[in-house]
């Protein structure tokens, strides 16, 4: 036999149909207008401000359309998402409502595969997406069965864990990041000193973190990390691999395993966070500023209130962002109904103690006596 073989998989009808999904996400992004930067309220004395990157605002309500939008851009342009596929995610709940209004969008059916324990508006809402949800006992489960179902169904695995850092561009392309700076610009302190944010897979750390890098800004990034999740104790340890294969009670972070997309490197300081605190600061956000957000907010606020007092202390101006990272309604059953605190066995006074202190003094005295 002679001559050079040729294995031509070109296909002009699907790639027509790629052609007009992608068209179809990014007239939506073109649609929404950015998300605001609020400013939290603090003394003008401290010469500290600190602002919240409200993300609740999105067309799905959370941080995570962001994700779900470069996900979605990412498996077209990757020839990973072809016509009729059905998407399967593994989601907490927040990601997955974000990825079924995309994959409603585009005409794709959706599955999500999550915990029993999520909450019943996040469940509510992806089906109103028109996804379909699919539980699984406990979170470390979730890998392995999105995966079964997606090769059962031959769809594809969406898979935030493994790709939020890569699909996200961190140059800036009107990144989370970018905003952030651009809004800053007009303020008295437009290069924060920190910008504080959670982990659930770590794209949102990773894009801000290489931003930071990439734009020579001397900004610190700080990362919460609630009870029970692997990423603190990987990050002191040094091991990638670093799993508690327990469950976060702070929905959309915290994670049984250090997930691939988390980049620790670019990582200054990570904050550990009790979920009582997390609780009463979202609780102490609404007191203040009459806004209700989830709980990952309340970790966020509770990481950026200890920097402010250091700042405050040490006599530093500046400023420094976190991000408002979704709505409460989708908690009015969980962090939001003191029945379930209770029978969670959360005591909110102590944090609520340090909350209120904090607020009128700028001194930062954590439950237990610490600093």
């Given at each position: 036999m002679s001559g050079t073989a040729v294995v031509d998989r070109s296909d002009p009808g699907g790639r027509a149909w790629v052609d007009r999904a992608v068209e179809i996400v990014e007239a939506d992004a073109r649609r929404s207008a950015d998300t605001h930067l609020l400013v939290y309220p603090l003394p003008p004395e401290w010469g500290v401000d600190l602002y919240l990157k409200d993300?609740?605002?999105?067309?799905?309500?959370?941080?995570?359309?962001?994700?779900?939008?470069?996900?979605?851009?990412?498996?077209?342009?990757?020839?990973?998402?072809?016509?009729?596929?059905?998407?399967?995610?593994?989601?907490?709940?927040?990601?997955?409502?974000?990825?079924?209004?995309?994959?409603?969008?585009?005409?794709?059916?959706?599955?999500?595969v999550m915990p029993r324990s999520t909450s019943p508006e996040k469940i509510a809402l992806i089906e109103f997406h028109?996804?379909?949800?699919?539980?699984?006992?406990?979170?470390?489960?979730?890998?392995?069965?999105?995966?079964r179902l997606a090769t059962e169904c031959g769809g594809h695995y969406l898979d935030q864990f493994t790709y939020a850092e890569r699909a996200t561009?961190?140059?800036?392309?009107?990144?989370?990041?970018?905003?952030?700076?651009?809004?800053?610009?007009?303020?008295?302190?437009?290069?924060?000193?920190?910008?504080?944010?959670?982990?659930?897979?770590?794209?949102?750390?990773?894009?801000?973190?290489?931003?930071?890098?990439?734009?020579?800004?001397?900004?610190?990034?700080?990362?919460?990390?609630?009870?029970?999740?692997?990423?603190?104790?990987?990050?002191?340890?040094?091991?990638?691999?670093?799993?508690?294969g327990m469950p976060s009670r702070i929905e959309g972070i915290g994670r049984p395993r250090v997930e691939p997309s988390f980049v620790p490197t670019i990582v200054d300081r990570m904050i550990g966070v009790p979920d009582a605190a997390s609780v009463a600061a979202m609780r102490h956000l609404e007191r203040v500023t009459g806004r209700r957000a989830g709980g990952s907010t309340g970790t966020n606020l509770w990481g950026a209130f200890g920097l402010v007092a250091e700042m405050v202390a040490a006599g530093r101006r500046g400023s420094v962002v976190s991000l408002l990272c979704d709505g409460g309604e989708r908690y009015a059953h969980t962090y939001y109904s003191d029945e379930w605190v209770a029978e969670q066995g959360m005591d909110l006074a102590p944090a609520t103690e340090t909350l209120v202190r904090f607020a009128a003094t700028g001194e930062w005295l954590v439950p237990g006596g610490g600093a």
């Open positions: 993300e609740s605002t999105h067309p799905t309500g959370s941080l995570k359309h962001r994700l779900a939008r470069s996900l979605f851009l990412y498996g077209l342009c990757s020839g990973q998402i072809t016509e009729g596929a059905t998407m399967v995610e593994a989601s907490s709940g927040s990601t997955a409502v974000s990825e079924a209004y995309f994959a409603r969008m585009l005409g794709l059916p959706f599955v999500a028109g996804g379909r949800c699919s539980f699984v006992e406990s979170p470390p489960e979730m890998y392995d069965e999105a995966r561009d961190w140059r800036g392309n009107n990144n989370i990041a970018e905003s952030i700076f651009e809004q800053l610009s007009a303020e008295r302190h437009p290069v924060p000193e920190w910008v504080v944010v959670g982990a659930g897979t770590g794209g949102t750390s990773a894009t801000i973190g290489r931003y930071l890098r990439y734009r020579r800004h001397p900004t610190r990034l700080a990362v919460v990390d609630p009870e029970n999740s692997a990423f603190l104790p990987g990050y002191e340890a040094r091991e990638p691999g670093w799993t508690t």
